[in-house]
């Protein structure tokens, strides 16, 4: 966990590594009388803020929620266009993160005692591999081995590194990170201290953090090569370190000055909870029920009222559900216009003769957005209500491990656990994390203190429980649940196994009738480059320049080609 907070020094450095470093880069490399020597601890705090500060809102507003939580089904909201506004990770990936990992790099191979700074380069390739997974995960072929070139070798034509070749290099330079920061024999490291506003030059916790991200490119190898993805499972394992082993050990960003989707969190419309997500939350009586969702307006003496005038509710509501202020949306509002009519419109309750009052309901429950946007509504308090966005979650860590243990992917390796036991790992860090980003963004909490009896409590709930009848797709659900605040892992998560299953009894998706793009699309860099990104769209089976639903719903990145449609998990 991390707070970005109003340090002058940093952000007089972040200032100066943003313009000397990135828009006279050409100026400085070709003029030998021009000298420069950028503190390398601010060009990583630089980068490491634009990894989630980079996109300004515009991914949460036009990528996020209008798409890739639509078509999760962790919301539902009118169905908008795909717009030019997506994909933002894209140009910030080239622009705001490799820059200054590049040159740390530099800086650091000119330096006499270089053999000191071996740490601080190392935990550059891990931010490359976190932000270039991200960009992969929608493009496909991205420049990488090549890329930035263009300021050091006046290389302009950078080739596009095909999904295989990613993942290969960033499994070893990840590999490579971890034994460099792994190694005790090295001599005396200089450290990023404060400037690392991740993990303030942990070393630990850059390891397990690489760790996890081996565990991400093995779950979006599997599709393809399972045995690949079983052995970079079992290297985790068998690592001394090992992944993201605690709350405190994962990559969250915390801010009292960013705020995420900010105040364009009801942009267009307002996003509301789909039935599928509120009515699992409610059967099993999840406490992040009320983190995630606001309450409708069935609270307080709301009965009273529809008694005095004889008012029956809908008939999707049941009268006597003990959670009744909880009520979701059909994903697709086409599917259930019966239900989807009281997401634009009030349940309308009285009458205007004299004496009486005409009393509007909203039915349908919102999205928490004081959760997403701590300033929603006047948001206010000692706090002033902080911002958080999950990164890479220890959650996630344990929930990764649970499926493949579960699926057998350990051979004779030791899992330090059983998949039960990661995955109640995982579920109790979850409801710790998602109550602790509720807290800060004062949006209303689950519990105080440490929560352990609501914990608990759900831990035993029969729905929850693992029951060997179908205990994978119990923790594929879990996993699910947990990445409400991570939009681009939710996705990933649906595409690659097919949950929710349209067909469950469990947890079942819900038909939804609309075209889903797979993918996103890069845009012609112009006649210096435009060989080799046409070359990666024919080796891709990309159309290029299309942006149409029919397009991206059918042309698939490599590593999703075999991956089961939505809703139709094995």
Not at 346 to 359: I, Q
Request: glycine residues 8%; hydrophobic residues 35%; negative net charge.
């Amino acid at each position: 966990m991390i707070k970005i907070l109003k340090q002058l020094s940093v952000a007089g450095v972040l200032v100066f590594s943003a313009t000397s470093c990135e828009k006279n880069f050409g100026e400085i490399n070709t003029d030998p009388s021009v000298v420069i020597n950028p503190d390398i601890k601010f060009l990583l705090s630089y980068a490491e803020d634009k990894m989630v500060t980079g996109y300004g809102g515009n991914e949460w507003v036009w990528e996020s929620m209008e798409q890739l939580f639509r078509y999760t089904q962790h919301v539902t909201t009118d169905p908008y266009e795909i717009t030019n506004n997506v994909n933002a990770r894209y140009n910030n990936y080239y622009q705001q993160v490799l820059p200054n990992l590049f040159e740390i790099r530099r800086q650091i191979d000119l330096k006499e005692d270089k053999e000191a700074y071996q740490k601080m380069g190392a935990v550059t390739y891990v931010l490359q591999a976190c932000e270039g997974l991200k960009v992969t995960d929608m493009n496909g072929s991205i420049p990488y081995t090549e890329a930035v070139k263009g300021r050091y070798e006046d290389k302009y034509d950078p080739v596009y590194n095909d999904q295989q070749t990613l993942f290969t290099t960033w499994l070893g330079e990840l590999d490579n990170a971890i034994a460099t920061l792994s190694n005790s024999s090295l001599p005396t490291q200089f450290e990023y201290g404060n400037a690392d506003i991740y993990f303030k030059s942990d070393w630990a916790k850059w390891v397990k953090l690489a760790n996890s991200l081996k565990l991400r490119i093995a779950a979006r190898l599997e599709n393809q090569d399972v045995a690949k993805t079983k052995q970079i499972f079992q290297q985790v394992l068998q690592d001394a370190t090992g992944p993201i082993d605690a709350d405190n050990g994962q990559l969250q960003y915390e801010s009292i000055d960013y705020h995420g989707i900010g105040g364009s969190v009801n942009y267009r419309s307002t996003r509301y909870g789909t039935t599928s997500i509120i009515n699992f939350l409610k059967k099993s009586n999840d406490p992040r029920i009320g983190i995630y969702f606001e309450k409708n307006q069935l609270t307080g003496s709301y009965a009273d009222t529809l008694a005095k005038y004889g008012a029956t509710l809908p008939a999707f509501i049941n009268p006597a559900d003990p959670l009744i202020a909880y009520q979701g949306g059909p994903a697709d509002w086409t599917t259930n216009p019966a239900v989807a009519t009281y997401i634009s419109n009030p349940f309308v309750v009285g009458n205007n003769n004299p004496g009486n009052k005409v009393t509007n309901y909203r039915l349908i429950s919102p999205i928490n957005r004081r959760f997403f946007y701590p300033k929603y509504n006047d948001g206010t308090g000692p706090g002033a209500g902080e911002y958080t966005e999950m990164v890479v979650s220890y959650a996630e860590t344990c929930l990764l491990i649970a499926e493949f243990i579960e699926k057998e992917y350990a051979g004779g390796v030791d899992t330090k656990g059983s998949a039960e036991d990661w995955y109640r790992k995982g579920i109790a860090s979850s409801i710790r994390t998602m109550n602790n980003i509720a807290s800060v963004a004062e949006s209303g909490t689950a519990f105080s203190g440490n929560g352990d009896a609501i914990i608990n409590a759900y831990l035993e709930n029969p729905e929850v429980k693992l029951n060997g009848v179908n205990d994978l797709e119990r923790i594929y659900i879990q996993q699910y649940i947990n990445l409400y605040r991570n939009p681009n892992e939710a996705f990933v998560f649906v595409r690659r196994t097919g949950y929710p299953k349209k067909t469950s009894a469990y947890y079942a998706r819900e038909t939804f009738n609309e075209q889903i793009a797979r993918r996103w699309w890069t845009n012609d860099p112009g006649e210096v480059n435009r060989t080799n990104w046409n070359a990666a769209l024919s080796e891709q089976g990309f159309t290029p320049n299309q942006r149409d639903l029919p397009t991206l719903s059918t042309q698939r990145i490599w590593y999703d080609k075999n991956a089961p449609a939505f809703g139709e998990g094995n």
